[in-house]
């Protein structure tokens, strides 16, 4: 997303974005057979893995804004320094290794991860359609998943939307085998 945006356009943008690839990903998962979800690259996630980590990473960045105070309104987006690196190693030729309690397990239960993730991300949308016309920048938070730093919400916002785009190729890849 680019910088010279006003919170509202980024999370207009976070919205169409993030439905459009939930979308693609959801009928990926509704085409493949449950075989499919276990396939994986050497040394790399499956599908289901994938899906798992997803939960677990975006979970904590809804709940931390849904508990925030936010002041409505509209202006510049200001990105903090911690979510500029965060969505820079989420771009394709980035690498942000995941935080050890990020990293999903093997032989995980496929419908237990499937629901869970489609509980997560239906809930994640309620809170981007809360967060409209509020003032996204004004506003700073622990990162939930690095809890020694603060972003701002913008970052927030802007992190799930860019984690989103980063994983779903791969689970598409991993899927339409």
Not at 45 to 56: F, P, R
Not at 120 to 136: D, N, P, Q, S
Not at 137 to 164: E, R, T, W
Request: some cysteine; aromatic content about 6%.
């Amino acid at each position: 997303m680019s910088e010279a945006v006003t919170d509202s356009q980024l999370l207009e943008a976070a919205i169409q974005q993030t439905e459009a690839a939930l979308a693609r990903i959801r009928a990926a998962m509704d085409a493949a057979e449950p075989g499919d979800f276990e396939h994986a690259p050497p040394r790399e996630w499956s599908a289901t893995q994938i899906l798992h980590h997803m939960t677990l990473s975006h979970e904590p960045y809804r709940q931390a804004l849904d508990a925030l105070n936010i002041p409505a309104g509209d202006g510049p987006v200001r990105y903090r320094w911690l979510g500029k690196m965060i969505r820079k190693g989420l771009t394709r030729g980035g690498r942000v290794p995941a935080p050890a309690r990020l990293v999903p397990p093997q032989g995980l239960d496929l419908a237990m991860v499937r629901a869970e993730w489609e509980q997560c991300h239906i809930a994640f949308a309620k809170t981007l359609e809360w967060l409209r016309g509020k003032r996204l920048s004004a506003v700073s938070m622990k990162n939930p998943n690095l809890p020694l730093f603060k972003i701002g919400a913008c970052d927030a916002v802007a992190i799930y939307a860019a984690h989103l785009a980063y994983h779903e190729p791969q689970i598409l890849a991993r899927l339409s085998r």
